[in-house]
């Protein structure tokens, strides 16, 4: 008899397969990333209506393991969140989009990663809410890039481990996974790089920080009993991003197709420059 099994997720991405079901690839806590084959899901209950899965709704989810190939069987689901409020602004949803293809990006199969998934769920709570967008966006980055094991080191040399200057600008590399101290970035200065301003570099060990926490963070202060930004931290936030987004490139090989649909024309221009520093166009 077959075993079923129980969990919940967030659903990353649902394609149609032939005219009634969908394959749904989803962030659980305790497997990681599963994918499944849903018979029947978008079958309507009523004629003309059409259901399935909604991209980074909230379910809880049966399955049965799959026997062979790459899909688990899933039987059963009940939405647990919608995140409606999404679709209040395009802004909102791009975020939640670039969510889902971020994590799908920096994630393995059946590789459990309740870290993240409290993460995913915080960062779409706050895209739904439509509070500090552009925080809860490179916050995700970093503990998706944590969790991926390529988060890059703010506070020291990412080649000898050697203190940073505390003040000037320092060299990023993406191949080193992060800032370089002189004497390293002499050694290296031919590969791709970028510069980082030192409030960046401190803005990111910042960030860092409270990613690791997993914590509510508001951009302002007013939050109730939630960690605000020291008011310079928000002052690294463009190039923070241009770097990290450089970075995940030359971890990836590619860019993420969201990247051009919602970055603030800041971080647009700040990447464009670091594009034109490392040669890359
Ligand atoms: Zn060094």
Known sequence: MAKYLHTEGVCLRRIEYSNTSQVASFLTPDAGRLSFMAKGVTRAP?????????????????????RSGSLHNLTHRWMRESFHDLRAALQRMLCAYYAAELVLNFTMEEDPCPSLY??????????ASGKALGLNVLLLELAALREHGSCPTF?????????????GAVLFSP??????????ENELRSQPHARLSRTTAVSAQVLKALAALNADVEARPGGEGRPTMPS??????????????????????????????????TVSRSLARLRRQAGLV
């Open 175 to 184: 191949q080193a996974g992060g800032p370089l101290c002189k004497a390293c």
């Open 46 to 66: 009523k004629k003309g209506v059409r259901t399935g899965f909604d991209l980074l709704g909230r379910y809880e989810l049966t399955y049965t393991a799959r």
């Open 118 to 127: 409290e993460s995913l769920l915080r960062a779409v709570r706050a895209f």
């Open 155 to 167: 506070d020291a040399c990412a080649e000898c481990k050697r203190k940073l200057p505390a003040r």
């Open 232 to 265: 310079r931290t928000a002052e690294g936030f463009p190039t923070m991003s241009a770097v990290l987004r450089f970075h995940m490139r030359d971890l990836l090989g590619k860019e993420l197709s969201m990247w051009k649909y919602f970055e603030r024309r």
